[in-house]
C-alpha cells in the first residue's frame, strides 16, 4: 500500500521568508500528486497538480510554486512568504490506473507570523 | 464550475444514534463518490467510497448514492464520541481532480 510522507510536521516562519515543503510517496509509481491548503476552519483549497515529472498545473494565482523533480516527489516553494499563507498543507496523490481515490499525507502546518 | 454542498453543521447526536451526513453536487457526469473524516489537528482519512447507485455499507458506516437527485450521504449507526469530527465529502468526474465540499462537523456527545 502506498504511504505519502511530508516534512517538517511544523513550521513557523517570518513574513518574507523563503518556504520548502517535501512530499514524497512510496508503494507506487507514477501518481498523480496534489498539494492542498486548508486555512483554519476553511475547506480544502487546491494549489497544484501533477500528472508526471516535471508537469505542474496551477489551480490558484499566488505567491507559491510546486516542482516535481522525481516521479515520487512533490515540492511547494515560495521565495517570500505572505501571512495569507498560514495554514494546514496536505499533499494528496492518487494511483492512477485503478480507482481514482485520493490518499492524503499528514500534513505541515504553516504558521507565518 | 463543479460545486459540493455540505451543511457546515455542526450536528449534534447522542452517543448510541444514527447520525446522517448529507452532500449534494452539482456535476451530472460524475462517477467517484467519497466520504474523509478528518480529526481536528489531522489530515482526510478515507472512510467510504462509492461508485453505483444505492447503498454501500462497511461497518458501522454506510454509504447512499443517487445520481438522478445528485445526492450522496452517509450515515453512522450507533455514534460513538470517537466519531467527532469534520467529515467530508468529495466526488470526482474521472479527471483526477476531486472537488470536496467544505465538510460537515459532527458532535457525539456521551
Given at each position: ?113 | ?40 489537528g489531522k489530515s482526510p482519512e478515507l472512510i467510504m467510497s ?61
Amino acid at each position: 500500500s502506498q504511504t505519502i510522507h511530508q516534512w517538517p510536521a511544523t513550521l513557523v516562519q517570518p513574513v518574507g521568508s523563503p518556504l520548502s515543503l517535501e512530499c514524497t510517496v512510496e508503494g507506487t509509481s507514477n501518481p498523480n500528486l496534489y498539494w492542498y491548503r486548508q486555512a483554519a476552519g476553511r475547506g480544502l483549497q487546491l494549489l497544484f497538480y501533477s500528472v508526471g515529472i516535471g508537469q505542474i498545473s496551477s489551480e490558484v494565482p499566488q505567491n507559491l510554486s510546486a516542482s516535481r523533480p522525481q516521479d515520487r516527489q512533490f515540492i511547494l516553494s515560495s521565495k517570500k512568504l505572505l501571512l495569507s499563507d498560514s495554514g494546514f498543507y496536505l499533499c494528496a496523490q492518487i494511483s492512477v490506473g485503478s480507482t481514482d481515490t485520493q490518499y492524503f499525507g499528514p500534513g505541515t502546518r504553516l504558521t507565518v507570523l | 464550475q463543479k460545486e459540493v454542498e455540505q451543511n457546515s453543521g455542526p450536528l449534534s447526536v447522542p452517543e448510541g444514534a444514527i447520525a446522517s451526513l448529507n452532500c449534494t453536487y452539482s456535476d451530472r457526469g460524475s462517477q467517484s463518490f467519497f466520504w474523509y473524516r478528518q480529526y481536528s489537528g489531522k489530515s482526510p482519512e478515507l472512510i467510504m467510497s462509492i461508485y453505483s447507485n444505492g447503498d454501500k455499507e462497511d461497518g458501522r458506516f454506510t454509504a447512499q448514492l443517487n445520481k438522478a437527485s445528485q445526492y450522496v450521504s452517509l450515515l453512522i449507526r450507533d455514534s460513538q464520541p470517537s466519531d467527532s469530527a469534520t467529515y467530508l465529502c468529495a466526488v470526482s468526474g474521472g479527471s483526477y481532480i476531486p472537488t470536496f465540499g467544505r465538510g460537515t462537523s459532527l458532535i457525539v456527545h456521551p
